[in-house]
């Protein structure tokens, strides 16, 4: 069985505290992983300059290489991982087994997760609006209009206190290495695999070993993370987000809320966007801030309700390894049966209507896991408490609200697509600032353009623009 | 019998089958005075009635206490705190300590000088050579309602010292993280460890303290800040408790930032585990050898801990097996029959320093485990 021990700058460091990955469904160990407390990582956050310093011997232009060469390792070698070698296919399965997703998405977030490397240099380029990465690395330097620029590193090293589930969302922090920033991660108890594989293809191409420390353990080692990084990121709920709001040492990432949005001048042509909408929800089994949580329409709201209803209602569970399987496990049943138990309070309210209540139970609760069935919910108003609903499973909220209240009434969005060509609603939506990321034109949610920051840019976050003026010294008279 | 059974030395096998009659012995002598009019707390002697046995006849050896109910802590929570004071010790100045109480009403303990009692037994197991008598103390933890400022202090006086005292408060403690007031909670931290730190910095010779787990990493932490270290403040030795342990910890804590193991000229450092009902535990001497292995031994006869099976809590597990952790406290002052703790580990053999049941391994209750707020201070 595969043990995976903490990186300390490199180093692996073989820990007395063993915990066990189990199978979802079976509740059998498949992997087993040592943790550490947080002193352990507070001792060795006093050491994050030399992971810096190992990277910058390096030129941005080495570390892209390396990326891109890391990004395919990634996607198709055989890896060192842990006190094993570990192939793709094993990969998949590890990732499917712990989180519950099923396989062909553990493929999917791979192939994006590599996606995202491989093009590093063309993100980086668009992240930084074609600045010169030396610069990054001198901290200043000439742009080309006369002027100096700087931009200083706030940090030597990343933080990033990983979600236990969501292999997506590893793209976010990639950017890091080639920005010359060692990177800190704390692993989800879950979904170790990427934090590990990632790791091992970067030093595996080259990458400097010491830029790196991997640190699985309890909140006492995420805590730390976060206090003795001057900048992390952390995936967690919306009390998580909240609780870090405001402060500029964190990005705390948590629910999308992402959100159709139908203008009055094309929704008596919903059937048009319907395979668009099915997408956005049901797509990673509804398990991610990019997937629609609601879709907003002044009109032909229970048609578009019943319609998705009927595509993604009938949704049933299948095996891990079945390439048609669409929902992942809660491999925590008590979440399933308390996001259910919510999601009939939510029914409750007059005025909202569970449009897939025909196609049989929703949850279907297992000896070790559970599951939730996809369900769409028709809101006669935006006043309804489920119009500002997400889940961890494929569900939505189609909510009728006239248009023009609709950019006021829509609250936190990461990502809004409209569906209009009306000027004035596109220039609304470009404008409001609840929205993150904003689609005009039918794109799915769930498609991001990696060109494109992300909640926010990460170039922004580890890099401050300041001024640096340069004189020349005085010589002196008897030089 | 088990094979650990049967692997426990023949002299070791004979001082536990002495210490099991002295703690018969002490179990019938504590619940005769808790159970006689005139000695015993208003609280027993109510509670005599409802029981369906006669305790002054019907316990006849320590295995009778599990004819009692469970304990249940809730009794411990309002007041008036007066009964619980046995007749026997009316009129004894009494103090109380306190345990929980971060919203709603606290657990409260009445104690006469059990705290006293209880620590200069503990004194007996620090070896002189790491807590040289006559220095002097840090106590680096809760102190206000809790027993431990007491305690430590007097551990201190009994062995000569004076003891230098930071406060912290574990009710704030826990309101911050509920709260998420996380850069707050970082910084009252910092405010006890900068206290702590000038203490140690301005003098006053202190060899020895106390410090919980994670205060004393921080001390640790800041102390190197600082371009020193507990070694170079002048700190010999060290006893930890008041939240979870680990062989993990204890390593770490040795190899990196109480400068290696003591043979090798590190400072000593010993867990401890208890609470305000049972008093302190120690553990057996903590190695690399043995892997770091964390086995705590009740102070017998004044207090027993248990591994019980936790379909039966009545039913002891065999060495070497987990189970759930049950206290009883047999003192003059306070009587708990059986208290199931918030703890699981595995039962420990006895040995020739504590020839009765340990208990190692001691984590949060899996039950209860994803309730509880630990090691938060």
Known sequence: MITLQPLRWGKPYESMEIKDVVHFDTGEPIAKFGSVGGGIVARDMKQAHKARAALLKHSTDELIAMSKKAAELFETAELPVGDSMQSVDQFVHQQSASTGLPEHMCRSNLKKNSFVLSHIDEILDCLTRGLDLDILSKGYGEEGRGVIVSYQAQTPVLGAILPNNSPGVHTLWLPAIPLQIG?????????????????????????????????????????????????????????????????????????????????????DDWELYLDMMVESVLSNSGRSCINCSGIWASRHTREIAAAIAKRIGPVDVLPPTDDNAQLAAFTVPAMATGTHAMVQQDLAESGVTDMTAEYGDKLIEREHCAYLRPMVVHADSPDRGVAMKEYM??????????????????GPTLVGTVLTRDPELVAAAGACVDIDRVNIGPIPTNRLNWLQPHEGNIIDFLFRSRAYQVADLPVAANA | ?????????????????????????????????????????????????????????????FDDLKKFPHFEDEWLRGGPIQRWIPKGHAGKPVYVFETGGTTGIPKSRMVIEDHWKDYELFSDTLPDEHFPRGSNWLMLGPSGPRRLRLAVEHLAQHRGGICFCIDLDPRWVVKLIKKGWMEHLEEYKKHCIDQAVTVLTAGHDIKCMFATPKLLESLGEALEDRGTSLQEVGIKGIFSGGTEFTPQWTRFCVEELLGGPVEEGGVYMTPTYGNTLMGLACSKPVTAADGYKISYYAPQPRAVTEVVSFDDYNQVVGFGETGRVKLYTLTDEFFVPGFMERDEGEREAPFDMYPWDGVSGVRPFHELASATTVGVY
């Not at chain 1, 494929?394 to 009728?400: G, H, K, M, R």
């Not at chain 2, 023949?10 to 210490?19: F, M, P, R």
């Open chain 2, 1 to 61: 019998m088990s094979a650990a059974q049967s692997s426990i030395p023949e002299d070791v096998a004979k001082s536990a089958s002495d210490a099991r009659d002295r703690l018969n012995e002490h179990t019938l002598k504590i619940v005769h005075w808790h159970f006689s009019e005139d000695t015993g707390s208003p609280f027993w002697l109510e509670k005599k009635s409802e029981l369906g046995f006669a305790p002054l006849k019907d316990v006849k050896s």
């Open chain 1, 393 to 410: 499973f494929p569900f939505v909220s189609v909510v009728e609200c006239p248009q023009a209240e609709m950019l006021r009434r829509i």
């Open chain 1, 183 to 267: 990177l800190a991660l704390k692993p989800g108890s879950q979904e170790p695999w990427t934090p590990y594989r990632m790791v091992s293809a970067f030093i595996q191409a080259g990458v400097p070993a010491e830029a790196f420390g991997l640190y699985p353990g309890g909140h006492d080692a995420g805590g730390a993370i976060m206090t003795k990084t001057p900048r992390s990121m952390i995936f967690g709920s919306a009390e998580t987000v909240a609780q870090h709001a405001g402060n500029p040492r964190v990005q705390a990432h948590g629910p999308g809320w992402s959100k159709i949005l139908i203008g009055d001048d094309v929704v």
